[in-house]
């Protein structure tokens, strides 16, 4: 990999942060609700809506509600028959690790940069973590069920910032929901939205001098 001289390196970006579900791994959340509403015959639009809110609504998604809280409250709005566990495997298991994004996240931190985890996550994480070792990827962990706030709250990211000690233009964020992005371009950051694995190699490439990953 090529690598930049002293002077370029200097006003470099140091550090990369990746959303996990739809960035380093497959949207099992979104997948797995689909195949949740369509059992079910529920609107699919209503249904992820919904459920998104009651992450944070329950608090489930902060740290502050559990499993059970979150699933009654959806139970309050929707007939859904099988068990919490059930319902939850149904998420979990549409988790997948794309390998190209681990490979990624190898390489930039071969070449000196720090790489970070950043997600609006639940401890269903720590589970998908047993099963596939993500959080050994990276240097840092910054994950809403963790930190007590979410990328909702662009507040978040003024502690991420303070926890680096870095200016944001050091830092480039890749989430492949555009208003979290928009929120950290708001606080300096370099914001990417991930659209593919493809063209976000590309632009990574382009932002820290770094060839990407063969």
């Given at each position: 990999?090529?690598?930049?001289?002293?002077?370029?390196?200097?006003?470099?970006?140091?550090?990369?942060?990746?959303?996990?579900?739809g960035v380093m791994a497959e949207e099992g959340?979104?997948?797995?609700?689909?195949?949740?509403?369509?059992?079910?015959?529920?609107?699919?639009?209503?249904?992820?809506?919904?459920?998104?809110?009651?992450?944070y609504d329950t608090g489930f998604c902060l740290?502050?509600?559990?499993?059970?809280?979150?699933?009654?409250?959806?139970?309050?709005?929707?007939?859904?028959?099988?068990?919490?566990?059930?319902?939850?495997?149904?998420?979990?298991?549409?988790?997948?690790?794309?390998?190209?994004?681990?490979?990624?996240?190898?390489?930039?931190?071969?070449?000196?940069?720090?790489?970070?985890?950043?997600?609006?996550?639940?401890?269903?994480?720590?589970?998908?973590?047993?099963?596939d070792g993500i959080y050994r990827e990276f240097?840092?962990?910054?994950?809403?069920?963790?930190?007590?706030?979410?990328?909702?709250?662009?507040?978040?990211?003024?502690?991420?910032?303070?926890?680096?000690?870095?200016?944001?233009?050091?830092?480039?964020?890749?989430?492949?929901?555009?208003?979290?992005?928009?929120?950290?371009?708001?606080?300096?950051?370099?914001?990417?939205?991930?659209?593919?694995?493809?063209?976000?190699?590309?632009?990574?490439?382009?932002?820290?001098?770094?060839?990407?990953?063969?």
């Amino acid at each position: 990999m090529t690598r930049m001289t002293p002077a370029e390196a200097d006003a470099c970006i140091q550090v990369l942060l990746f959303d996990f579900g739809g960035v380093m791994a497959e949207e099992g959340f979104r997948y797995g609700l689909y195949s949740i509403a369509d059992r079910h015959g529920l609107d699919r639009h209503r249904f992820i809506t919904s459920a998104r809110d009651a992450l944070y609504d329950t608090g489930f998604c902060l740290g502050r509600g559990s499993e059970a809280d979150y699933w009654s409250l959806l139970r309050d709005q929707f007939a859904l028959t099988p068990s919490d566990a059930q319902l939850t495997a149904a998420l979990i298991d549409r988790f997948r690790v794309r390998p190209a994004m681990r490979s990624t996240v190898r390489h930039y931190r071969a070449a000196g940069l720090l790489c970070g985890l950043f997600s609006d996550q639940t401890e269903w994480l720590d589970r998908l973590d047993d099963r596939d070792g993500i959080y050994r990827e990276f240097d840092r962990l910054y994950i809403s069920c963790r930190l007590g706030r979410s990328k909702r709250d662009a507040t978040v990211f003024d502690d991420v910032l303070a926890d680096l000690g870095l200016a944001p233009d050091r830092v480039v964020f890749v989430d492949d929901d555009p208003a979290h992005v928009e929120r950290a371009r708001g606080k300096g950051i370099r914001g990417l939205v991930f659209t593919g694995e493809a063209a976000c190699l590309t632009e990574l490439a382009q932002l820290t001098g770094i060839t990407a990953p063969a």
